[in-house]
């Protein structure tokens, strides 16, 4: 990996870190209403399977959906504004936190029903297949959504029809709050591809050059027309699973555990061992991140509320 790559990767991990921070102050300044998942801590995860996707693969994932919908290039602004539910959002305030979506970047969804997203994400993976584009769908859950039926019609579907579908199982381990050695027979998630005859890979979600490496081989492998794959990305939330969580259910020594193998540490480590980037550098990337992440917060709440008219707007009767 060259240096200006490995730049750009801890650049949009940051990018995802600082905003979510930033989301976290303005909910709790009133700006941000209803409910509110934070991604903070599992940045390498949505990072390192994005940076092997093309332009015309799609995405889709649950309602922890921010640095998706930032990594996949939409700007920060207008994501800020969508969750402070401006006019000016991506989904003209209509989506909120949870239903963010982008369908100029190939990005939909965002989606507040647990496991909801799998089966449109296979959806999604059919069109591809349909078009002959060569597009893959990337479809991202978490290890709550791994216990829904729908979960696993979509595996059956994809691998019976052999569908270009990458899902990615990012494993936080504690749901909306239940561990997962209580909430799944057997705990070993990564084995339930496995009846449907769906390869699964291992990746450290903590490390951002092993979900590089996983998303690469899974990616190929779907495109290359052998079917779906799993990618098993064992990750962790530093908060709780949104911002009414206080998540006491963790003691604080697991957590700062957990901590202590912050990815974007380990990318920041990388970059003063291997290419002898300098502490300074590191400061200047952050300053300019903060300024880009300042201006969304100002964008968004300066930004008009929805006409009332807007109500009635993509609404099906």
């Excluded at 190939?106 to 060569?134: C, M």
């Excluded at 591809?193 to 769906?198: A, C, K, R, V």
């Excluded at 200047?284 to 969304?296: R, Y």
Aim: charge should be neutral; hydrophobic fraction near 40%.
């Amino acid at each position: 990996m060259d240096i200006e790559t490995a730049l750009h990767l801890y650049q949009q991990m940051l990018l995802a870190r600082l905003f979510e921070e930033k989301a976290a102050e303005l909910y709790t300044q009133r700006h941000i209403y209803g409910y509110c998942h934070l991604y903070v801590g599992q940045e390498a995860v949505v990072v390192g399977v994005a940076h092997n996707m093309q332009k015309h693969d799609s995405a889709i994932t649950s309602y922890r959906d921010h640095a998706h919908m930032l990594t996949l290039g939409v700007q920060p602004k207008f994501v800020m504004a969508e969750l402070c539910g401006k006019s000016t959002g991506s989904s003209h305030g209509n989506g909120g936190s949870m239903h963010m979506y982008s369908k100029e970047h190939n990005f939909y969804g965002g989606n507040g029903i647990v496991g909801a997203q799998v089966p449109i994400g296979v959806g999604l993976a059919f069109a591809h297949r349909y078009r002959k584009d060569n597009g893959v769908a990337v479809i991202f859950f978490g290890d709550g959504a791994a216990n829904q039926g729908q979960v696993y019609e979509a595996f059956n579907m994809a691998s019976l029809w052999k569908l270009p579908a990458i899902f990615v199982l990012e494993n936080n381990h504690y749901a909306l709050g239940t561990a997962e050695k209580r909430a799944a027979s057997g705990e070993n998630l990564h084995t339930r591809g496995d009846p449907f005859g769906i390869p699964t890979l291992l990746a450290d979600g903590m490390n951002l050059f092993d979900v590089l490496d996983k998303a690469q081989d899974a990616i190929s492998h779907a495109r290359s027309g052998l079917g779906p794959i799993i990618v098993h990305a064992d990750t962790y939330r530093y908060k709780g699973h949104s911002m009414s969580d206080p998540a006491t259910y963790r003691s604080r020594e697991e957590v700062d555990a957990m901590k202590a193998r912050d990815p974007i540490e380990l990318v920041k480590k990388r970059l003063l061992n291997d290419f002898a980037v300098k502490q300074t550098d590191f400061l200047k990337i952050e300053e300019k991140t903060m300024h880009v992440i300042n201006d969304a917060a100002r964008f968004a709440i300066e930004s008009p509320w929805p006409k009332r008219s807007e109500l009635e707007r993509n609404v099906l009767i």
